[in-house]
């Protein structure tokens, strides 16, 4: 009786111990996150082009709440927090324009970019509006350019980043698929052009995650996070072409933003 009165004693003193040593890790991780100066460069997907709300003070590059980075931000409560995050942007506009918060002290930092660098805005005009043959030729002029001058773009970008900001973890996201391939759409562009478009966003990705990891960088791949909510899918978390806001087709909507990046990134950072 005596010793297991001495067990029990032992082992609430060793749980006392372990709940502790828990609670002080835990608060020691609330204050690390705290402490995290957080910077989202980038182009459409990151400013949240697609998810309404948008902050009237950002003008055209459409920037908003329920864009992934504001999200995380929100969430997090980071010591600081610069969204540079602007619409249409391409490589040499985050050079040119969006790098100003990054310095010595910025440790978390988010970017996508290159789409429009590889002209998707354009490939999908040409698919919606021309053939299917003229479609499939975009597309192939735009994996050709993946091919040939992207790479240089993503490191020069990449290469200021670091430069700025030389011991912050920078988290490169990618591009969702679009189509869901045989899905719910009884019209519009043809199986044989979704496939191309979805080929040619993989392709894009590829090339970012290895210009990524050669900087160093992480890549955060959404396209897992988006199966089952492309386009077609019946339960879309992309906008379709959207006549009467063409400036939002085919970009997440708000779900996409808190269901597919958000965690996503959210895992990476």
């Known amino acids: 009786m005596k010793l297991s009165r001495i067990t029990a004693f032992s082992s609430s003193l060793l749980l006392g111990a372990v709940l502790a040593l828990t609670g002080a890790a835990t608060a020691q991780a609330a204050d690390s996150v705290a402490a995290v100066d957080y910077v989202a460069l980038g182009d459409s997907y990151s400013s949240g082009v697609g998810s309404g709300s948008y902050d009237s003070a950002s003008g055209s590059c459409k920037r908003t709440p329920k864009a992934y980075p504001a999200l995380w931000a929100a969430a997090n409560a980071p010591a600081s927090f610069a969204f540079t995050a602007c619409s249409g942007a391409r490589t040499g506009d985050v050079t040119a324009n969006q790098l100003g918060p990054l ?122 996070a988006f199966t089952g909510h492309e386009i077609c899918s019946g339960s879309a978390w992309l906008h379709s072409v959207n006549w009467l806001d063409i400036g939002e087709s085919y970009h997440p909507t708000a779900a996409g933003q808190s269901g597919g990046y958000l965690p996503v990134f959210r895992s990476a950072a």
Request: net charge neutral.
């Open 103 to 224: 310095n010595s002290g910025t440790d978390l930092v988010s970017i996508s970019i290159g789409g429009n660098d590889a002209g998707f805005a354009d490939v999908m005009t040409t698919c919606v509006l021309q053939s299917e043959a003229t479609c499939l030729n975009r597309v192939a002029q735009a994996r050709a350019f993946v091919d040939s001058t992207l790479p240089g773009n993503l490191n020069s970008v990449y290469t200021a980043i670091r430069s700025k900001a030389p011991s912050a973890r920078v988290v490169v996201l990618g591009y969702p698929r679009f189509y869901q391939l045989n899905g719910t759409c009884i019209a519009g562009l043809s199986e044989k052009e979704r496939s191309a478009i979805n080929g040619a966003a993989d392709y894009l990705n590829a090339a970012t995650a290895k210009r990524a990891a050669d900087h160093g960088f992480a890549f955060a791949d959404v396209a897992g």
